[in-house]
Structure formats: structure tokens, C-alpha cells
């Protein structure tokens, strides 16, 4: 079976990241998630998270760093999830998809019902979190 590049941002503001909640007419419903989606043909991640998030979330923002990818098959397909620190550039969240987003501090993070493929990339933004929370935060305040 193919896998599907899917790339996500972990938007961090405030010192917090923003977790968004699946709907009920996507797959995963309920499960919550870092918004991204399928990377096209040809479409460089960093300007696919760009679309994605101007789509879903109506912002914009700047990305910043790539984590370690997450390799997880679900019974129905295996996905290769890209994840990128990301800071809000402009504009005020319309959620389009999504029923609800969070902005989860380290000691809520682990409190959602996050989808099986984002596990290792909740574990390792927990571990790191000063490293790449607090100094993203820093950066905002420049
Ligand atoms: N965006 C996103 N998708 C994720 C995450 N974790 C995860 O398992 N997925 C899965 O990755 C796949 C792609 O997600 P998506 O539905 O957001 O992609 P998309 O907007 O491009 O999809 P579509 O245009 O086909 O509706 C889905 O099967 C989704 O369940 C995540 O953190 N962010």
C-alpha cells in the first residue's frame, strides 16, 4: 500500500500548542490532531502546511522547524506524518473542518484523545518542550 505524506503544524503562541478536534464527517472523528493535511503532487510540505492551515483554520502562519516524521499505518492506510513548529503569523481562527481546537499547555497535553499517529509527536514536544516551546514563544516576543 502507498503511504501518504500528511504534514501538520504544531502552531505554538503564548507558550501554548493549538490541538484541533476531528468532526464528525471526518475520518478519526473525535480524535484530536495537529492541522495539516495530504501533501500534493510536487507541493513542498512547508507550502502544503501553509495551504492547509489557510483552508482549515483561515490563518496564517510561518513554519519553522521540522520534528521527526511519524510512520503509522491505520487499517486502512499508511500515513508518513510531517511535523513542523509553527508560529501564527496573521488572521483570527475560522475553523472550517474541525468541531473545537485547544490551546494545550505542557501539563494538558497529554490529557486529549490524540489520533495514534500523532503519539510519538506529542511524546517528543513534551519531552522538548522548553527547547521548543518557550524559545518559539520567545521569538514571538522578539
Ligand atoms: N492533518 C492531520 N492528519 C492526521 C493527523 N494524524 C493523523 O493520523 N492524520 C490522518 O492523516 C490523514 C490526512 O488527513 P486530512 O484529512 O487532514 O487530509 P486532507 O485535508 O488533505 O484530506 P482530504 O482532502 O482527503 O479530505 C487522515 O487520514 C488523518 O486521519 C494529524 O495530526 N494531522
Not at 513554519?63 to 511535523?83: C, D, H, K, N, Q
Not at 474541525?98 to 486529549?112: A, F, G, P
Amino acid at each position: 500500500m502507498k503511504t501518504i505524506p500528511v504534514t501538520c503544524a504544531l502552531i505554538i503562541h503564548e507558550g501554548k500548542v493549538l490541538a484541533a478536534q476531528r468532526s464528525e464527517s471526518m475520518d478519526l472523528p473525535g480524535k484530536w490532531e495537529f492541522p495539516g493535511g495530504k501533501v500534493e503532487e510536487h507541493e513542498d510540505p512547508k507550502e502544503c502546511l501553509r495551504r492547509e492551515i489557510r483552508e482549515e483554520l483561515g490563518i496564517e502562519i510561518i513554519v519553522g522547524e521540522a520534528l521527526m516524521p511519524s510512520l503509522f499505518s491505520y487499517p486502512s492506510r499508511t500515513i508518513r506524518l510531517l511535523p513542523f513548529i509553527a508560529r501564527w503569523k496573521s488572521g483570527e481562527i475560522r475553523m472550517s473542518e474541525h468541531s473545537q481546537v485547544l490551546w494545550l499547555e505542557r501539563n494538558s497535553l497529554l490529557s486529549v484523545d490524540w489520533a495514534e499517529a500523532d503519539i510519538p509527536i506529542v511524546q517528543e514536544l513534551h519531552e522538548n518542550w522548553v527547547k521548543l516551546v518557550v524559545s518559539t514563544n520567545a521569538e514571538e516576543h522578539g
